[in-house]
């Protein structure tokens, strides 16, 4: 079967935070965060292109909406007991997307979101104001909840060797034996570079967290979107130690464009470690599952997930392709490095703002006065970046990267 990747959903009115917050619909603030926009500054004509939060512009698996539609018939909505079918829908799913051997229901723990799955593992893996070593540039949401829970943050940059993001070593081992870090947040693919990392990369990072008593949460919420035939290796199957020292978090959210469900989980299988956090998170009283999103999972972790997923890589794979060769052909001065994951472009305007005078604000802006909603990748640590989403129809990237020609760059 065929999925439609190609229509284009009016979002407008539907409680959405990517096309409702650039026109003032949704407030100021998301989740406590500030919103980067002003009053909406689009000229007349420029229907707003949403590409920025990490959300998609494609209509879900139907097995989605069929799964939520025939629990949500049923006219109760109790107090309500997880079902067996949802452990086994995620270890089939790690199975056959991953390779994943061993798996069982014990070492499955539901998570609000994967920020809090993260929260959760710090606080038993950290004393207060504990450093906490993260690679740079690095997800927004990593840095608002290690800070607002009080952990310092320490970034080890990732390098830039042959057009390829590199995670520095010897920077990242000097800081954890100079800090003292044994806590560590590591992204799995990762946001906003789009590496897909290889196995010889996972097992040298694992060497040094193991040879310095450092404790690993690896958010893998991005495992399921590759590109270009690039396969995930999960953190934990690198070796026995690796399995016992990661905490390992997971979500059906960025897959089938489920965020707004709520509804991720996390994988340990240290008994020890599994039982300090499982005690963290019941004590929130606010960490549990929604039955809606409970049936959505199931809907989602399903053969024809399976298949709407792969169709979905193909064309993320072919909207990257042509953004990456429409930037590299006709803006000079913009550098992208080409995402092997996930649907993020994180572009560096260094060359491109000192050879015409300008500052990313103002290429910023000038995007949005046509409609190109994409976001300042300075708060992810790219001094001059812009982060763009491109999970849209393909005519719709085009239409962006054609106002993009014409007006700003
Ligand atoms: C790397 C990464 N982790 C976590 C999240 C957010 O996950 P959640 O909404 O489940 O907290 C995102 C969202 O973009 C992300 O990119």
């Known amino acids: 079967m065929r999925y439609d990747f190609t229509s ?12 409702d917050a650039p026109s003032g619909a949704a407030g100021k603030t998301f989740f406590g965060m500030e919103l980067p926009f002003g009053p909406d500054s689009r000229e007349k004509g420029f229907d707003p292109i949403p590409m920025w939060v990490a959300d998609m512009n494609f209509p879900t698996v139907p097995t989605i909406p069929q799964a939520i539609i025939a629990r949500a018939e049923h006219p109760a909505y109790g107090y309500y007991l997880p079902r067996q079918e949802y452990f086994d829908a995620i270890i089939r799913w790690h199975e056959q ?53 009080g952990w310092d943050i320490v970034l080890s940059p990732l390098r830039l060797e042959d057009g ?14 100079r800090r003292g870090i044994h ?21 040298k990072v694992m060497e040094i967290y193991k040879k310095h008593d450092v404790f690993v949460i690896s958010d893998e919420i991005w495992s399921d979107l590759l590109l ?23 979500a059906p959210s960025k897959t089938f464009n489920l965020a707004g469900l709520i509804g991720s989980y996390r994988i340990i299988y240290d008994r020890y470690l599994r039982e300090r956090i499982a005690r963290v998170e019941a004590s929130t009283h606010y960490n549990a599952m929604n039955v809606l999103s409970m049936h959505a999972l199931i809907g989602a972790y399903s053969p024809e997930g399976m298949e709407w997923v792969d169709q979905l890589c193909e064309v993320l794979s072919g909207n990257v392709r042509y953004a990456c060769d429409f930037i590299d052909a006709r803006f000079p001065g913009v550098r992208v490095i080409r995402p092997q994951g996930t649907y993020m472009l994180f572009l560096d305007c260094t060359q491109w703002c000192a050879e015409h005078g300008k500052t990313v604000d103002e290429v910023l802006a000038a995007g949005y006065k046509v409609g190109v909603i994409w976001q300042d990748g300075r708060p992810f640590h790219g001094p001059c970046h ?5 999970a849209l129809p393909l005519s719709r990237v085009q239409e962006a990267f054609d106002r993009l020609e014409k007006y700003v760059f």
């Open 164 to 177: 390829v993001w590199r995670i520095d070593y010897e920077d990242m081992e000097e800081k954890i034996v």
């Open 183 to 203: 806590a560590a947040v590591f992204c799995s693919p990762h946001n906003p570079t789009g590496r897909v990392w290889e196995r010889w990369e996972l097992e």
């Open 97 to 149: 997307r991953n390779g994943v051997t061993g798996l069982a229901r014990e070492h499955i723990g539901y998570e609000n979101g994967v920020l809090g799955g993260i929260v959760s593992a710090l606080q038993v893996l950290c004393a207060p104001g504990d450093p906490v070593l993260l690679h740079s540039p690095t997800y927004i949401g990593f840095t608002h909840c290690i800070e607002d829970n």
């Open 386 to 390: 812009i982060r763009m989403n491109l």
């Open 228 to 250: 270009d035939g690039h396969r995930h290796i999960p953190l934990q199957s690198i070796s026995q130690d690796a399995r016992e020292r990661t905490v390992a978090i997971y």
């Open 8 to 19: 284009i959903m009016d979002r407008h009115g539907r409680d959405s935070v990517a096309v």
